[in-house]
């Protein structure tokens, strides 16, 4: 994880995107970092997933997000944003909401830009778009999974439901992960 060094005690992180992948992400962060927690979305009902799985805050993903997250700071902003979703109105508030040599990670590839360097992002800000993590990573995730410190919220659908699973998805109504069984 190239944030490791951010999530350090009094630290906050902020995870834009709570559904498929974010929601895992919050736990990660709960299970291998003492930081503070803030989850945004646009759904009520993936943000009550988020504080089921360890958010400390859950805030929706609109005008009034970066405000919030300011006064949740300090006025300092976050240590880490990770954004699962990756469309440019979550890009635009990771980079409002970084500190100063914070860390942006662009997990979600939703088709937004964001732009860096001086006047765009805080300074010493850095921003990175993992594909996917080392192969070590790998291994420590599925540790956390055996151990049950992370658990994957899964909605199942026959193959006959294939079609319902992807138009909820797009609709972004999936709790989790969609996993269409034959």
């Known amino acids: 994880m190239s944030s490791a060094r951010q999530l350090r005690a009094g630290a906050t992180a902020v995870v834009i995107g709570t559904g498929g992948l ?7 962060l709960r299970a291998v970092s003492p930081v503070t927690v803030i989850a945004l979305d646009v759904s009520p009902e993936k943000l009550e997933l988020a504080k089921a799985v360890g958010a400390h805050h859950a805030l929706m993903s609109d005008e009034s997000a970066v405000e919030r997250i300011r006064e949740l700071t300090g006025g300092l902003g976050a240590e880490a944003v990770f954004d699962f979703t990756g469309v440019q109105p979550t890009l635009d508030i990771a980079r409002q909401v970084v500190a100063i ?17 001086f006047f765009s992002t805080p300074f010493g800000a850095s921003v990175r778009a993992p594909y996917w993590g080392s192969r070590s990573e790998l291994h420590e995730v599925l540790d956390l999974a055996r151990t049950g410190s992370i658990g994957v919220h899964v909605e199942r659908f026959s193959i006959e439901e294939g079609v319902e699973a992807y138009d909820r998805l797009h609709h972004g109504r999936v709790q989790g992960r969609a996993v269409v069984v034959p």
């Not at 974010?22 to 736990?27: C, K, L, N, S």
């Open 101 to 117: 040599d914070g860390d942006i990670q662009i997990v979600g590839i939703g088709g937004g830009l964001l732009p860096t360097g």
């Open 22 to 28: 974010g929601h895992v992400g919050i736990q990660v």
